[in-house]
């Protein structure tokens, strides 16, 4: 069960009558020294607290709670030995830890995280609200995080949850599945077909495996892209890039949800640099937009009606059955390099891909290689 927050001690003067000084309409508090001591080490402790939690140290809420509050029934040469020691070690070990991760950050504002995470036992809040109330984090902490992300902190320890992060990692798993299950399915492609009879459950098993993480990876690298592109736009509606162009195209980034994937692919690069990055025929628009975005539109709509002449006029259905692990892996690469030029397009060779879009490089790499060996 949660535990009550302890009372703190307070010390009230007693109202005595004097009859030249009129009595204060108010109770007067004051602190004495027990009580300094006890603030100090509270305070000290409670910043602690936090620092163990954002590392993952703390292991329950009742533990975190508890960290911030001296029993009131203490002794005062604990207490003493207990103020000696913030002094010499815990301010130190505070003080260098915030400062390699936060900017602006002291006991004050850790002890006011405390009582924030305190009261909901852990806090999901977005990063700029987070930086705005308490402090800011530093970027070799972010590593590429987006403005748009949420700071989450529970016992876990500190995270930042944003989509590209989650949708990458969705196609990382349907990678891994997806060559897996291609490994294991190799020897019944070479047996007999007897054999191979008496274990069709087991097999078939695989094949449904195999295909569900095909069509989530092809389907989860179209989000990927419309995340990041709709995340830059975001940051520039909302102050966090700098950016000097027309109304319209300001209007544009306002609205951009409601324009095509094509339309954001070309225009939003284009208006966040001033520099158009390709055009409709290049060659890494027309691999997403006219090679694998029917693959995607026929597993978010599928249908057994023709796609009009003007759209390409092809065979949803027959387009839906022949997404298999070639065209998961080819949707991979193509959405992850659309992705870095449009980074490097933006921020410039010198900033490092995020670290989201490093790993599914490395994804492409072993699963790749696990096609080859399989081959």
């Known amino acids: 069960d949660r535990p009550l ?12 009558n004097h009859s030249r000084t009129k009595t204060p309409s108010w109770p007067i508090v004051m602190a004495g020294g027990r009580e300094r001591e006890v603030q100090q080490i509270e305070r000290a402790n409670r910043a602690a607290a936090v620092g163990r939690l954002l590392l993952g140290e703390i292991h329950s809420w009742r533990e975190f709670i508890e960290a911030g509050h001296l029993p009131p029934d203490l002794p005062r ?14 301010s130190k070990r505070i003080n260098s830890w915030v400062k390699r991760n936060f900017l602006n950050a002291d006991a004050d504002r850790l002890g006011e995280l405390f009582e924030a995470i305190k009261d909901h036992w852990g806090l999901e809040i977005p990063l700029r ?3 705005a109330r308490f402090f800011k984090v530093r970027n070799e902490v972010l590593r590429g995080t987006p403005s748009h992300a949420t700071v ?5 320890g500190l995270a930042f949850m944003f989509p590209e992060d989650f949708l990458t990692k969705d196609i990382i798993t349907a990678l891994n599945v997806a060559t897996n299950s291609e490994q294991e399915l190799q020897p019944d492609k070479r047996a007999i077909h007897n054999r191979i009879a008496q274990e069709r459950e087991s097999i078939g098993a695989l094949l449904r495996q195999k295909g569900h993480a095909q069509r989530s990876g092809v389907h989860a690298c179209f989000s990927l892209l419309e995340a990041y592109l709709n995340g830059l736009a975001w940051a520039a509606v909302d102050g966090h890039l700098e950016l000097s ?12 949800t409601e324009k095509s994937l094509r339309s954001r692919l070309i225009n939003i690069p284009r208006i966040l640099t001033g520099e158009q990055l390709w055009g409709e025929s290049d060659e890494r628009v027309t691999g997403i937009i006219e090679i694998l975005k029917p ?7 599928p249908s057994p009606f023709r796609v009009p002449e003007k759209f390409g006029g092809y065979d949803k259905l027959s387009t839906f059955y022949r997404v298999d692990l070639d065209t998961a892996i080819l949707a991979v690469q193509l959405i992850s390099e659309a992705v870095r030029a449009i980074h490097r397009h933006v921020w410039g060779e010198a900033k490092p891909d995020p670290s989201w879009l490093t790993d599914l490089k490395k994804a492409i790499e072993r699963a790749r290689a696990k096609t080859e060996e399989t081959a």
Not at 5 to 16: A, K, S, V, W, Y
Not at 77 to 90: L, Q
Request: include cysteine; charge should be negative; proline fraction near 4%.
């Open 5 to 16: 927050p302890l009372e703190g001690i307070t010390h009230e003067l007693q109202r005595r």
């Open 77 to 90: 040469r604990n207490i003493k030995a207990g103020a000696r020691d913030v002094r010499r070690n815990v």
């Open 129 to 131: 609200e987070f930086e």
């Open 152 to 156: 989450v902190i529970s016992l876990w």
């Open 245 to 256: 162009c027309p109304q319209e195209d300001m209007a544009y980034l306002e609205h951009c």
């Open 295 to 301: 693959y995607r539109d026929s597993l978010t709509h």
